[in-house]
C-alpha cells in the first residue's frame, strides 16, 4: 500500500465518504454536517455544502456520476437536494416528512429513477419528481441505519435493530422495492447493524455491525456463507470490484478474503469510514481527525 496523497479540510470525525461510480469524484461528510466534493484526480475541492441538517450525514451519488443528493434545511423543512455534480448547481429540491428522525441514508437506484432515504421508514422518491413514491415501511423494527440497492436494482437491503430489542440484536431485511415483497428477514448480529453492502457481482451482501463481525449472506437463499471476524469494531467496510474480498476499517484496516474470512492483508491505520476507487486500484480512508488518505493498492509488494 503506497500513500498517495491527503484530503485535509474537515475539522472533525469523518462519517461517510461515497465515490462516484467513474471514480472521478469524491464525498465526504463529517460530524459538524460539513460536505465536501473532492476531484480525486487533482485532489482539489470541487464545491462543500454547510447547510445540513445537523444529526443528518447523508449524501449520495447518480449511478451515471452526474448528480449529487444531500439531505438540507431550509427553515423548519428538511429537504432532499439534486444537485449537478460538475457545477454544484441545484437540479431539485423535495421536501422530506420526518418530524422525528432524522434521515441517516440516500441511495440512488442503479437505474436511476429512484433516490432512496431512510427516516422513520425508508422513502422512494422518483428522481426529479416533486411527488413522492412511499413503496413500502420495511419491517425492521426501528428506523433503518443503512440502505443498499442490488446492481441491478431490483432489491433493496435495510439495516437496523430488533423490534424492542435496538440495544442488542442486528437485524436485515431484502425486499423488491417495486412490489414490496419480503425476500429475507435476518436477525444478523448481536447488535445493531450499521452497515449493508452489496457485492459487485449481486451474489452476496455484507452487513456488520459494533459486534466485530462481518457477515456474508447469500442474496438468493438468505443463507450465512461466512461470519468473519474482524479481531476489533468494525466502523465501514467495502466489497472488492472482483466480490472475492471486502475490506474493513476500524481501528486496523483489513482485506479479508470471503471464502475463507482470512484476513489477506492488515495495516495498523485506523479510520472511520472506507471508500474504493479506480476499478479496486485505490483506497480512500477518512479518521477521526477529519483527513482522507488516498491509498495505491499493491498487495503483491507487501
Not at 419491517?139 to 443498499?148: H, I, T
Not at 457477515?215 to 474482524?230: F, M, P, Q, R, S
Not at 479510520?271 to 476499478?279: D, K, N, R, V
Request: proline share 4%; charged share 20%.
Amino acid at each position: 500500500m503506497i500513500q498517495i496523497g491527503t484530503l485535509e479540510e474537515h475539522r472533525d470525525v469523518l462519517d461517510e465518504i461515497k465515490v462516484s461510480s467513474n471514480s472521478r469524484f469524491l464525498a465526504s461528510v463529517d460530524y459538524a454536517n460539513q460536505v465536501i466534493v473532492w476531484d480525486v484526480e487533482t485532489q482539489e475541492i470541487k464545491f462543500q455544502i454547510d447547510q445540513m441538517v445537523e444529526g443528518a450525514y447523508a449524501t449520495g451519488f447518480s449511478a451515471n456520476s452526474r448528480t449529487f443528493a444531500t439531505i438540507e434545511q431550509e427553515e423548519n423543512r428538511q429537504l432532499l437536494v439534486l444537485r449537478n455534480l460538475f457545477t454544484g448547481e441545484i437540479i431539485q429540491s423535495l421536501s422530506l416528512g420526518f418530524d422525528n428522525r432524522l434521515p441517516s441514508t440516500i441511495e440512488f437506484d442503479p437505474r436511476e429513477s429512484i433516490v432512496a432515504v431512510s427516516g422513520e421508514q425508508v422513502f422512494l422518491f422518483w428522481a426529479y419528481d416533486e411527488e413522492v413514491e412511499y413503496s413500502f415501511s420495511a419491517p425492521l423494527g426501528s428506523p433503518p441505519l443503512d440502505l443498499a440497492f442490488s446492481p441491478d436494482g431490483n432489491l433493496v437491503a435495510g439495516g437496523s435493530c430488533s423490534r424492542n430489542d435496538c440495544l442488542e440484536n442486528g437485524k436485515i431485511v431484502i425486499w423488491e422495492h417495486e412490489t414490496g415483497f419480503i425476500k429475507h428477514e435476518i436477525v444478523a448480529h448481536d447488535s445493531p447493524v450499521s452497515r449493508v453492502r452489496f457485492s459487485p457481482n449481486g451474489r452476496y451482501l455484507a452487513t456488520s455491525s459494533s459486534d466485530q463481525f462481518v457477515n456474508v449472506w447469500d442474496v438468493e437463499t438468505g443463507e450465512l456463507l461466512i461470519a468473519i471476524d474482524g479481531r476489533q469494531p468494525i466502523f465501514d467496510m467495502v466489497f472488492t470490484p472482483d466480490s472475492l474480498g471486502v475490506w474493513t476499517v476500524g481501528a486496523e484496516l483489513n482485506l479479508f478474503e470471503i471464502e475463507t474470512g482470512v484476513p489477506v492483508f492488515t495495516a495498523q491505520f485506523s479510520g472511520s469510514t472506507i471508500g474504493i476507487l479506480s476499478e479496486g486500484t485505490q483506497l480512500a480512508v477518512g479518521d477521526s481527525q477529519g483527513a482522507i488518505s488516498l491509498f495505491l493498492i499493491n498487495l503483491e509488494a507487501e
